[in-house]
Every structure is written in C-alpha cells, then in structure tokens.
C-alpha cells in the first residue's frame, strides 16, 4: 500500500489559530464602573455621618435656625431614593449608578455645606438648587420620551415639570414665612433667587435629556426612560 497520497509532517495543513481570549473585566465591574461606585459609597457614608452630626448637635451656632433635624432625615431618605425605586422595578436592568450619583451629590453639598457653617457663605444653596432641578428636569424628560413624538417635546416637558415643582416648593416655604415661620431663614429675595436658580436648573436638565435621548421614536420606545439615564 503506498503512502504517496498520506500527507507528510511539510505538509500537514497548519493548525488554525486558537481564539483570542476575551477582554478581561476588572473585579466588580470596569474602572468607571468601580469609580462610581466608589464615589457613591463616600459620598453617602459621609451625607449620613453629617446627618447623625446634624441630630447630635442640632443646637450649636453653626447649625441653629435652618430646621436642621428635618434635613439630617432629609438627608438620609433621599440617599436610598434611586436604591429603593429600582429594587422594585420588574424589568431593572443594570443599575442607575449615574443617577444614583447625581441624587446624591447635592444632598451631600446640602449637609456637608452645613455641617462646615459655609452654606451661605460658599453659595451652596445655589448649586443645591440647581442640581436638584437638573435632576427633576432630566428624570421626568427620560419618563416623557418614550411618549411623545419629537425628543424635544420631552426635554420641554421634562424642564415644565421641574420649574412647577420647583416654583411651588418656594411658594409654600414662601407662604410659611409669611405665616410666621422662621427656623429656616427665608426671605423674600431668597425665595426669588431660588426660582431663577430652578429656571437654570430646569435648562441644563433639559439639555440632558434632549441630548441623552434616542433620536428615532422607535428606538424611544423599544429603550424606554433608560435609554437617556443609563440603566
């Protein structure tokens, strides 16, 4: 029997290539998604450590007359605010750790601000109220999208309904004042100043939410409010 047809070891066809291996993922995620969770943890141990100050040493100088036990609990139930919500969600998805983040940065300004006695002093006030009606704005246009026919009908609404709640969120703070209360300092320009900044902070979250959301209504659809906040 000849051998002439048996390929020699020269001839042997070569072995494929084996497949490259995966990307490899860090532990718990990619560094940005470490990162956020990092700054996530900080920034809410210490929102709560500032709390627990706030009910400890509600009567000091630097936190006397600014209803101070009503933020510290404040403070606290805001930060498990997106937790909560998505944990009850059918359909959650990944994780809203961007939004998380943004609940959770002004609320820390808010009670880190006051814990330092440089609220007033260091306008954190201001970038308080900015932050959470960019936040209102950019939640409730992610909510609008998927119903609507042109993005920037939900951008439009989006900022609507942040620029109402803000405006009567000051109008009853307007109303206690005028009634006689007085543990939060209020004052008639702080109330105006305080509706201006929730006009800003109604754009910029309009701004977010019109550039975040799918251009095609379909794609609005099929994503849903997750699409433009990223869960």
Do not use: C
């Amino acid at each position: 029997m000849t051998t002439d047809l048996l390929p020699t070891d020269d001839q042997a066809s070569p072995e494929a290539p084996e497949p490259s291996e995966p990307a490899t993922r860090l532990p718990g995620g990619t560094l940005r998604d470490r990162i956020l969770a990092g700054l996530i943890v900080i920034s809410k141990v210490a929102t709560i450590a500032f709390g627990i100050d706030a009910l400890i040493n509600h009567g000091s100088p630097r936190l006397r007359g600014k209803a101070i036990r009503l933020r510290a609990l404040g403070y606290v139930g805001g930060l498990f605010i997106v937790p909560v919500i998505w944990r009850m969600l059918p359909d959650r998805g990944r994780y809203p750790a961007e939004l998380d983040l943004a609940v959770t940065t002004p609320l820390f300004l808010d009670a880190a601000g006051n814990a330092f006695g440089v609220y007033e002093t260091a306008h954190i006030d201001d970038v308080v109220h900015v932050a959470n009606s960019a936040i209102v704005a950019g939640v409730a246009g992610a909510l609008f999208a998927p119903r609507v026919d042109e993005r920037w009908q939900a951008a439009l609404a989006g900022a609507g309904v942040s620029i109402a709640a803000e405006s009567a969120w000051e109008s009853m703070e307007y109303v206690a004042w005028k009634l006689g209360a007085d543990g939060m300092n209020l004052t008639y320009d702080d109330t105006m100043h305080d509706i201006m900044e929730g006009f800003v902070g109604a754009a910029i979250g309009a701004l977010f939410a019109l550039t975040r959301t799918p251009r095609s209504r379909a794609s609005r659809r099929r994503a849903g409010w997750r699409a433009s906040l990223g869960a």
